[in-house]
């Protein structure tokens, strides 16, 4: 078989298809059609004997000597990406509940990430886990494991990221091991998952660093039960396309991506990031094509208790604790918010959560870049947010979507920022400082 070709590689046991994708495998230097180890081209070294990634080449220097060209061309990307975002309100689900999938199979130890894909999945997995819950505070995440041919329960679905993050940085117990296997594995996620309420998201996240799966059954029939319960699969490959894993999340609407190197495995995991748009969901009854009915849900706003309150049973640990929250519709004593009470099923959140969670709905509308002063009558010259004047000379070059001037204006409020600001506005606050929207 040529190793450069398309072609498509369909092993008998355990309903294997690989399709080595060649562009992805290429660039690290592997033959995906070949056994890895004795596969590696002559004139290719391994991952470890390869030279060092010098990273610092990537970034140009402009004639002055100076890196300011290369941050500006890094800021103007990000803002072209902003300006493709739909302008338009879509429906988010801010209620997420996340399965976080870990390959732990033995594949899990190549180098051709370094230092391995173990220890790097591990730690962008943590990244991930605390910038997921920065931007989606009402959300849960999970995390389930695939080694030794079974799916692995390694965290409980909770809303504290202190909890996951300790699951994920018990190293010693997350050792790579055996094969993987997917419908195990997605098997035991869609289990912990299946008694979630309708309003809610129920998302899988496979970091996948395998090109072979070992499977009890049909894993179709899995997929079929992930898409009958609204279960949406999103995967990032460590090593190669392979058939299934892109099958499992064009059928439920979820994302897949190879990883070329390690920035573009973490470009690949933080997209992930941001709550999914809506499915249209066909009604029977009510809301027309142009107000779709909105869904009511329940939540409750429980009572703090002080740190000095007498100790008592929580619902969630038996223990007795001091501090805590109590469930306003059953007072049931409660450790964390947000949860669901144990006792009555309420969902329990705090007013800030929910505050944090708004703001994927209504973003911040992009800036436009102010190309030339010449039809503003009284240009202010000064950044409306953090009053730093605004250049003089316009730039001789600039990039696609760049202000010549460093001045990007509201479309609302028709206010001039700074290019700093502006990222600021649109990544930290999300709020305009001039018209408050
Ligand atoms: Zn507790
Ligand atoms: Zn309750
Ligand atoms: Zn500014
Ligand atoms: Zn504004």
Not at 100 to 122: K, Y
Not at 278 to 290: D, F, L, M, N
Not at 324 to 331: A, K, N, V
Not at 426 to 437: A, L, N, Q, R, S
């Amino acid at each position: 078989m040529d190793p450069g070709s398309d072609s498509d590689l369909s092993l008998d046991e355990g309903n294997l298809t690989v399709r080595g994708r060649n562009k992805a495998a290429r660039a690290k230097g592997i033959d995906p059609t070949k056994d890895k180890g004795k596969g590696k081209a002559k004139d290719q070294g391994y991952a470890w004997e390869a030279n060092y990634t010098r990273s610092w080449d990537t970034v140009q220097e402009d004639e002055g000597g100076s890196l300011q060209g290369a941050v500006e061309e890094l800021m103007a990307r990000g803002r072209r990406r902003r300006l493709l975002a739909p302008a338009a309100a879509i429906r988010r689900t801010i209620i997420r509940h996340l399965i976080l999938l870990l390959d732990l199979s033995a594949s899990m130890m190549d180098r051709d990430m370094r230092p391995t894909r173990f220890d790097l999945t591990l730690e962008y997995a943590r990244e991930f886990v605390t910038e997921w819950f920065d931007q989606n505070p009402l959300g849960q995440v999970g995390v389930v494991a695939m080694r030794g041919g079974i799916g692995e329960r390694i965290g409980e679905m909770s809303g504290n990221p202190q909890d996951v993050l300790k699951a994920l940085s018990e190293r010693h117990k997350l050792e790579p091991t055996g094969e993987p296997s997917l419908q195990n594995a997605i098997d035991m996620a869609r289990s912990s998952m299946s008694h979630l309420p309708t309003h809610s998201s129920r998302e899988i996240l496979i970091i996948f660093g395998s090109l072979t799966t070992v499977d009890p059954g049909n894993i179709f029939d899995t997929l079929q039960s992930c898409i009958k319960d609204k279960i949406r699969i999103s995967l990032v490959a460590l090593a190669a396309e392979m058939k299934i894993c892109r099958e499992l999340c064009d059928k439920t609407g979820g994302q897949f991506g190879v990883a070329m190197n390690e920035g573009h495995f973490k470009d690949l995991l933080f997209e992930l990031i941001p709550p999914p748009a809506q499915r249209a969901v066909a009604r029977t009854t009510g809301g027309g094509t142009t107000n779709p009915a909105a869904d009511l849900m329940m939540m409750g706003f429980p009572m703090r208790l002080p740190d000095t309150s007498p100790p008592s049973l929580c619902v969630c640990h038996a223990e007795m604790r001091t501090a805590g929250f109590l469930c306003p519709r059953c007072m049931a004593k409660i450790c964390d918010v947000p949860t669901d009470c144990d006792v009555c099923g309420l969902m329990i959140v705090s007013s800030p959560h929910l505050a944090r969670s708004y703001h994927h709905l209504f973003p911040v509308k992009p800036y436009i870049a102010v190309m030339t002063l010449d039809n503003a009558p009284k240009p202010t010259s000064i950044c409306h947010a953090c009053s730093l004047p605004f250049k003089v000379q316009p730039a001789a070059s600039v990039t696609d979507g760049m202000s010549p001037l460093g001045r990007y204006r509201c479309p609302t409020c028709s206010n001039d920022f700074c290019t700093d600001c502006d990222v600021f506005v649109h990544d930290v606050v999300h709020c305009c400082p001039g018209c408050e929207k």
